[in-house]
């Protein structure tokens, strides 16, 4: 079993939807989890960390659920500029005192005009 | 500030050659990472550093060599190179590996061994 699963898609809405990723993680003690986003040929950057009492900003939505570990993300009222791979992170202990991020294959979103 | 710069942006090899991935962040970071990203895989990690003068192995550290001389530089070298190499590889920083920070990628270079 992989360590992160995703959906890869391709999720392809029309601009204005509501549209669900979720993603699946194995190491109950995991601590940490994160939404990435990655363009097209670009390196990944932070979309937003994911806390238990689930977190929202903007049109974007986070929840955390440990006891059956998964992560969503909603994106609400889609933009053309959402189209992208989201990644699922999560965060683990490794080495001693480092932290290693365990990264998703990533799920495929293209918003159609 | 230009954040985590990676150099070259591509790259073609033939097998057996050698050449080194140099990667540059201006933002004080202690910890720097290289990952590989391949198809239907999720990034996976070479070798990383949690400081000045110190590395250590990733998932998937066979091939590679590392090294970080300078707080602001690290090195990825492929000594061999093998068609198994061809990848996209990111190199990352963080201020340190405490659980919530961010990690900051580079822009990426693209290798393909033939």
Redesign the interface.
């Known amino acids: 079993r992989k360590e992160v699963e995703q959906d890869p898609g391709p999720f392809n809405v029309p601009e204005g939807a509501t549209v669900a990723f979720n993603c699946t993680y194995s190491n109950s003690a995991s601590q940490s989890f994160f939404w990435y986003r990655q363009d097209c040929r670009k390196e990944p950057k932070l979309l937003m960390s994911v806390y238990s009492s689930g977190n929202e900003d903007g049109r974007f939505t986070a929840q955390l659920n440990r006891a059956s570990q998964y992560i969503s993300l909603l994106i609400r009222d889609s933009k053309l500029s959402d189209s992208a791979t989201y990644l699922c992170v999560v965060n683990e202990r490794y080495g001693g005192a480092t932290n290693k991020l365990i990264f998703g294959t990533g799920t495929l979103l293209a918003v159609q005009p | 500030n230009a954040g985590v710069t990676q150099t070259p942006k591509f790259r073609v090899l033939k097998t057996g050659q050698s050449m080194t991935l140099l990667c540059a962040q201006d933002m004080n970071h202690e910890?720097m990472y290289w990952y590989r990203q391949d198809p239907?895989?999720?990034?996976?990690?070479i070798h990383?550093s949690?400081g000045e003068g110190t590395t250590?192995k990733?998932?998937v550290p066979d091939g590679y060599n590392v090294s970080r001389l300078k707080k602001q530089n690290f090195l990825l070298g492929l000594e061999s190179a093998a068609p198994s190499q061809t990848s996209v590889y990111?190199c990352a920083s963080s201020y340190r590996?405490?659980?919530?920070y961010?990690?900051y990628?580079?822009?990426?270079t693209r290798l393909t061994v033939t």
Do not use: I, S
């Open positions: 910890y239907g895989m999720g990034l996976r990690l990383y949690v250590a990733g998932e990111f590996a405490v659980l919530t961010e990690q990628f580079g822009p990426g």
